[in-house]
């Protein structure tokens, strides 16, 4: 997107998807924690209400996960924030594998910092809408595959980041054998009734080194695709 902006779509005139609205979501993202001042500054310029059905627009900034339709949702803010911030953490990668593209807006949040944006989404139909919105946005360094990411994208292998936006109880072998050396596969991990975020770090003889980030609640990773 080019450096200053049309006035924001307005839902009914009152302003839930103006810059204030932005604003006052990066100020929630300030006060729970979120420090990185390059991810403060895409989730307040990035229109998370283009991401979301237009029902939902005028609850984009609020800071809560939405649904995209087909069972899934578009992941709440802070998550994004906070796992964007993971990510950058120990410098930027320059080659990230997303798995669950979902509405797109996780991706989008990553273009605007890292050189490269794959991501990998099962559902036919979301990847189909997440698409046009990377083309109306001009968003042109995210590549996107309609597959099972539990396989991950070894054409374009190794990646220095993978992210899951689905829990699995494990990271599939397939996704740690297409790392980089020193790479990280950040994700939720655990049964469903205890998630957590996990940031894996490849170290030196295939050993991984893992961090945990917290509790998280994230829909679940399935084999296949439709
Ligand atoms: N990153 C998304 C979050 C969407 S929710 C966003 O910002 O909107 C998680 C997504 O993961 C869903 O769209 C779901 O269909 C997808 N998913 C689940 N298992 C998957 C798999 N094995 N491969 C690819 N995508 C998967």
Redesign the pocket.
Known sequence: MSGHHAPTLDAGGQGLTSQRARDRLVATLRAEGIVDPRVLEVMRTLPRHA?VDEALAARAYENTALP?G?G????QPWI?ARMTEALLEHGTPAKVL??????????AVLARLVPAVY?????EE?LRQ?RRRFRAMKLENIRTRH????LGWPAEAPYDAIVL??AGELPPPELLAQLAPGGIVLGPFGPPSGQRLLRLRAGAGGHLQREDLGAVS????????R
């Not at 991501?119 to 559902?123: D, G, L, P, Q, T």
């Open positions: 991401f995209i087909l899934q949702t578009i992941s994004v997303e798995i669950g593209t979902g509405s797109g807006y996780q991706a991501s990998v989404e099962r559902i979301l997440a597959d099972d990411g539990m936006t689905a994230f829909v679940p990773l399935l084999a296949g695709t």
